[in-house]
């Protein structure tokens, strides 16, 4: 069933990495040329794009795949033009690489500072959206490096056809010759390539998994290069006595229905049992007129009904409820006793994402913020906000669950590592 | 033959795993105290200690294990004195967790800042020395870090004899007793222990192993948790024809000579052709008058013999001198033709450690900077600097060869990470 299985995964790292070597010597200028002559290509080849988009979404049809997957997978000219704009937008953003941090003179004269460098060659595995293909090759490229992209075989030919759209753009870019290979492609839809690349650790520094649970499992127990999750999110919104009443309604659902299918929506809301009284009845109503389906434990249930939540609106819910990532318009609901309890559900329940407290109490806010660790805590806000390009990253790469290099959203910063740069005159140790 | 093989590694790492909770939430007063008790019970314990490594000595002689390995093995009072006020130290060092970095306010009014929290539980693997037990459980516990440690079997009695004073030293300090098991040791000469506990993905954040090359490659074969290597050190001194002559040559002897045994010492030694000329007959001269032997390869060999250097400190050398760490008085010396030669060379043996250039070359100095992306470049100052506490990190973990998360020396911070922290009134998006 799998196509172009000769494929070798190894060589295509090997000569990736070559030329992420040269790639992380060239300037920003030629960085920021190649970007924009990526996107002129992707605007050039929108008809052959769209059309092998076409074959993409014509199997989809055909293996019955769901509505909302087939949306994901879609490419029309206009999305083609926000992947080119998206490009554009890259090269916008300030080059980190080469910046130098923390410069102290040392009392024997020695200067000690940190230079921000590429972290080398990244892998890339993801899943239906053809748009990560130049999405995360702009993000690598303007951060200086090598990036193997391995995208799901669903979307097989458009990410092809975008691919050779970026390369197309590289060799008419002012990047050098060597550095024109940075972008590379895992052009197979063997199964076997996956974890192929997943055992490269003499090539990749790093590899990303975007994707569902199923895939960020496969990468985690076959994985010998370092990864970094982006896991999925199940964030918590808080809700005590002291609220707002109007912040209350309008965050809970801006954060749960404004874009129901993403990481960053919430699919747990937890009242204190103060605050339950005072809010629970009234925000489930703004929910539910939201569309939203509540799904209560026994004591936020008994609530709810007492105060004349539409009975459509409500189902039964528990520790289940609270174990899942809906990405519709449901959520759980439930009620703990007070703070303790809330952060003690986090931390039974919480993937790490983002979680947010409702409150006007200074030192509920406070502990708050400094006692749950999630990659994301935020006070009297949607977790909607909890995005890269919100927080003032520029761009994003994804969203990291893991604590290790990067917590919590990543930007064209997270993509590279420091190195101690020293300068003496002649200094030795005694 | 191995000991208390029915400990449970698993067991120990998820009680570490709960302890590390309440430290992380600890102020730096109660970690402060805690590590002054620990030097302390270090200090009360010091006959015990050496009679429990006399233990391990007494082994280590039967088994005829290396000199240099029996001194880093063993303990006297002197030592363990070094133990407890490097302890004191670390108490006295600035924490770095709960810090506000990159505080920023958005155009909506939101607040966005990054707070440094712990990493979670760190795992250690060592070999031989004693010292590191206190020394890691010390940062590890000032970071707000758990820590699990696995010391060598040779350093079996020694290293739970330490474990067991900084114990008691946790009891009698102002630490919360949730917090006071957040020192776990792995208290087995099992040699399967090492593989458990590379497994434990769900208790440990990151793995630092410290070693040998068997070691380090064991780790990679089979850790399911992130690992930072604390990997060999290949390091280079590169001489151009400008650099001074009394600068080179003392750089090289402090480099090589000073103490050749830590990873940090210079491993090889390249001339540019016209830096040959200039330096090496007198440079390997000054380092055979240190007692270094230099295994040169032809071109430098034959302008060793030239200059009259003692015939008893010149070997032949080349490719394989280059891929050593010699950890002895023994150099590689190589010519290359030029600054790109030196770099190439670099490119192919070095262990991305410490590199270092001897020139007055404006221009040299820059692109070596630029181009060498080891984890440590320095112009004009011994090797030996590649260390934390010399580059201003106060107390240093290791030295990362990963360029993931921290590239070169780890200090308190290179243990910590940072989470988004968000503030605002009431904003949505729209």
């Known amino acids: 069933m799998s196509e172009n299985n000769d494929f070798d995964v ?9 030329a992420a070597r040269a790639l992380a010597r060239c300037e920003r200028e030629a960085k920021d040329d190649a970007l924009h002559k990526m996107a002129d290509a992707l605007r050039e080849r929108t008809d052959d794009l769209v059309a092998q988009n076409a074959l993409d979404l014509e199997r989809a049809h055909e293996r019955g795949l769901e509505p909302a997957f087939i949306d ?15 490009l554009e937008e890259v090269a916008s953003l300030p080059d980190p690489v080469g910046r130098i941090e923390r410069s102290e003179r040392r009392p024997n004269g ?15 595995i993801y899943e239906s959206r053809p748009n990560v293909t130049s999405d995360a090759a702009g993000l690598c490229l303007k951060s200086g490096n090598g990036v193997v992209l391995k995208g799901g075989s669903d979307a097989y030919r458009s990410n092809r056809a975008v691919h050779a759209a970026l390369t197309l753009g590289l060799e008419r870019s002012a990047l050098p010759p060597a550095a024109r290979g940075a972008i590379g492609f895992v052009d197979t839809t063997d199964r076997d390539a996956v974890r192929v690349l997943l055992g490269l650790s003499e090539h990749l520094d790093v ?24 896991d999925e999110g199940v964030c918590h919104v808080v809700v ?29 809301i937890l009242f204190t049992e103060k605050g339950a009284r005072v809010h629970l009845g009234r925000a489930l109503g703004a929910l539910a007129a939201a569309g939203v389906t509540c799904h209560c434990d026994a ?29 519709s318009l ?44 999630s990659s994301t805590v935020i006070v009297n806000a949607s977790t909607r906000f909890a995005d890269g390009g919100q927080l003032g990253l ?8 893991t604590r290790l290099h990067a917590y919590g959203p990543m930007g064209l910063e997270e993509l590279t590592t420091t190195k101690f740069v020293v300068t003496g005159d002649g200094q030795i140790r005694s």
């Open 10 to 18: 190894t060589a295509e790292a090997a000569r990736v990495k070559l």
């Open 110 to 124: 020695l200067t000690v500072a940190r230079q921000r460098i590429p972290l080398g060659v990244i892998g890339i």
């Open 299 to 327: 004591r936020a249930l008994a609530i709810a009904r007492e105060a004349g939540v539409p009975e459509a609106n409500l189902r039964e819910g528990g520790d289940d409820a609270f174990a899942r990532e809906f990405l």
């Open 207 to 230: 590899i990303i998994p975007r994707g569902g649970k199923r895939l960020i499992r496969f990468v985690h127990e076959h994985a010998r290069v370092p990864v970094i999750k982006h």
């Open 394 to 401: 520029g761009a994003e790469i994804g969203i990291s669950t």
């Open 72 to 86: 994901r997978l879609a490419l029309d000219p206009a999305r083609v033009e926000k992947m080119a704009l998206a």
């Open 240 to 268: 005590d006595e002291t609220a707002r009443p109007d912040r209350v309604d309008a965050i809970l659902v801006n954060s749960k229905a404004q874009r129901p299918g993403v990481c960053n929506a919430a699919e747990t």
């Open 330 to 373: 449901d959520v759980a609901v439930g009620v703990v006793d007070d703070l303790d309890g809330a952060i003690a559900h986090i931390d039974r329940f919480s993937s790490q994402h983002t979680e947010v407290i409702l409150t006007e109490d200074y030192t509920v806010s406070r502990r708050f913020l400094r006692e749950v660790d």
